[in-house]
DNA sequence: GCGGAACGGTGGCTCAGCCACTGGTCCGCA
DNA sequence: TGCGGACCAGTGGCTGAGCCACCGTTCCGC
């Protein structure tokens, strides 16, 4: 059993998770003012102060944005919003994973081009030791968190600190569901096998290699995923 | 002069600042606990209630992890942060904008290559009106937001909404310093003549012209982004 | 020797209250 | 009648004290 598995939502996650909903689900209009916070409160019985944890959280994600004396105004999020919005819209519409997975192909693409010329001989040597994990990991669980620290590395490899930071913005999108896309990773041998013309073309420095690699990998990979993302929505969709 | 004339900094805002900072600073080491609540609250001069308030914040950037009973541990954010740190690390340290200039450089490219095979015709049409209003602004300040828009625009022409966010998060990330980087908008005709071809070819449904518009509009603005910026921190320097 | 109870320390959350900011109203003066 | 300033009601900002829940350790009794 893995630390993540049991979350202890406090209070105040509950509380965010259910605000969040409430304006995804359009209960509150984007552009228009929350309830006073007073109100709000009562109305989802907790405290103020709790309220404002929440919110806080909320603002700095930038789904609202409060002014003293004002209010608190639902910002449309979809126009100004970061991808950091993306884990709680995936989470909540899965008709973004779709265009995540496109986005992270096109990206991950760019970013094998480059690791292959920049890359360091530390950074292959590393490259070489972390697939090897995922080879030898014990479940498509650990699995797949092995192959996620390899496109960290080739991240880090491009010399470009940003990439790592969008690479980890793109994961982090698919994290909160990530136990119902570990299909690709139930062989963790043929995952391996899979990832390793990517890694062997940019230990080589061959970026258009890479490149191509990187494509075939992220779209073979994609489409084992959503595969098994549809198949358990029509058992659902039955049952 | 009680408070900054201009902007409203919360108790909260400042403390988050200053924690933020003195954690970038290596004051806080990533992987160690911070000091207990109570004592960071006095240490800071403010109740631990606010003090949560800002610890909560920085959170959901990713940047410590609480856990009940246990503390408060700075995270190695550089390794599992995501992009949206991106603005506090570029107003940190102005090495950030090289990288994250390049990474726009590669992804605006692909967004337009894109958006050239996907625009609707309505999306054309706001394409040119957007360019309109760059050339028509009345100063670099304006035609740099109006600028932005049409970056906006173009991301929204990929038909994925998740262009669109990281288009966002990347602006987000140098807007705080904005102010210093308009060189490229202080003649909003001449910007507009810049971004023309971008969108033309987008409009003309030109994937490759596109791309390469893009990728020279990207790489000139760019230039004089940094070298303004170079110009100034000479001029700091010396002074 | 070992297992469970107790303890000290930590964060989670609540409560009641006061302060500060905003926008509108209303009154007094010209 | 017009207008400017004082006032007021409503809103978020922040406080301080307090209690609860959780964790790791220690210590005691079996």
Redesign the pocket.
């Known amino acids: 059993m893995t630390v993540e598995s049991i979350q202890h939502q406090?209070?105040?996650d509950l509380l965010e998770a259910r605000l969040r909903e409430d304006i995804l689900r359009g209960r509150h209009t984007p552009g228009t003012l929350?309830p006073?916070?007073?109100e709000l409160a009562a109305g989802y019985g907790?405290?103020?102060?709790?309220l404002?944890h929440a919110l806080s959280r909320l603002e700095q994600a930038g789904m609202v944005s409060?002014?003293?004396?004002?209010?608190?105004r639902v910002r449309d999020f979809l126009r100004v919003g970061g991808a950091d919005l993306l884990p709680m819209l995936a989470s909540q519409d899965s008709g973004w994973l779709v265009e995540i997975f496109e986005v992270r192909r096109h990206i991950g693409s760019l970013i094998a081009r480059r690791a292959a010329t920049r890359r360091t001989a530390r950074q292959s040597r590393r490259l070489a030791e972390l697939l090897e994990a995922v080879a030898a990991a014990p479940d498509a669980d650990a699995a797949q968190l092995a192959d996620v620290e390899v496109h960290r590395e080739l991240a880090r490899a491009t010399g470009n600190r940003v990439y790592l930071l969008l690479t980890n913005t793109l994961f982090n999108a698919y994290m909160p569901v990530r136990r119902a896309l570990c299909a690709p990773f139930e062989d963790p041998a043929k995952a391996a096998a899979r990832l390793d013309p990517v890694v062997r073309a940019v230990i080589d420095r061959r970026p258009q290699d890479a490149e191509r690699a990187a494509e075939r990998y992220l779209r073979e990979t994609e489409k084992l995923m959503l595969g098994a993302l549809d198949k358990a929505n029509q058992a659902h969709a039955i049952r």
Chains 1, 2 share one sequence.
């Open positions: 406090s209070v105040v929350l006073p916070e007073r907790v405290t103020r102060t709790t404002k409060t002014r003293h004396g004002i209010g608190t």
